[in-house]
C-alpha cells in the first residue's frame, strides 16, 4: 500500500476511533449517574468488576492457542 493512501485511511480510522471512544465515554458517564441513583455505588461497582473480570475471561479463552514447536530429533549422516 502506498503511503499517502496508508496515511490517509490511518488518519480517518484514528479519528473514528477516537470520535467513538470519547463519545462512549461519556454516554457511560452519563449512564452511571442515572445508575448510580437507583442502585447504589456499591453496587454499581461490584458490576462494573464482574463486566471487566468477565470481558477478561472472555478474550483470554477466545485467543488462539499457540502450538508449541516440535523439536525433531538431528538426523545422523
Known amino acids: 500500500?502506498?503511503?499517502?493512501?496508508?496515511?490517509?485511511?490511518?488518519?480517518?480510522?484514528?479519528?473514528?476511533?477516537?470520535?467513538?471512544?470519547?463519545?462512549?465515554?461519556y454516554l457511560a458517564g452519563n449512564s452511571y449517574e442515572a445508575v448510580a441513583k437507583t442502585a447504589g455505588r456499591d453496587v454499581t461497582a461490584v458490576a462494573v468488576i464482574i463486566a471487566i473480570v468477565a470481558v477478561a475471561v472472555w478474550r483470554v479463552r477466545s485467543e488462539p492457542r499457540k502450538r508449541q514447536p516440535t523439536l525433531n530429533p538431528p538426523e545422523h549422516s
Open 1 to 25: 500500500m502506498h503511503c499517502p493512501r496508508f496515511l490517509a485511511i490511518n488518519a480517518v480510522g484514528g479519528l473514528t476511533w477516537g470520535t467513538g471512544l470519547v463519545l462512549l465515554g
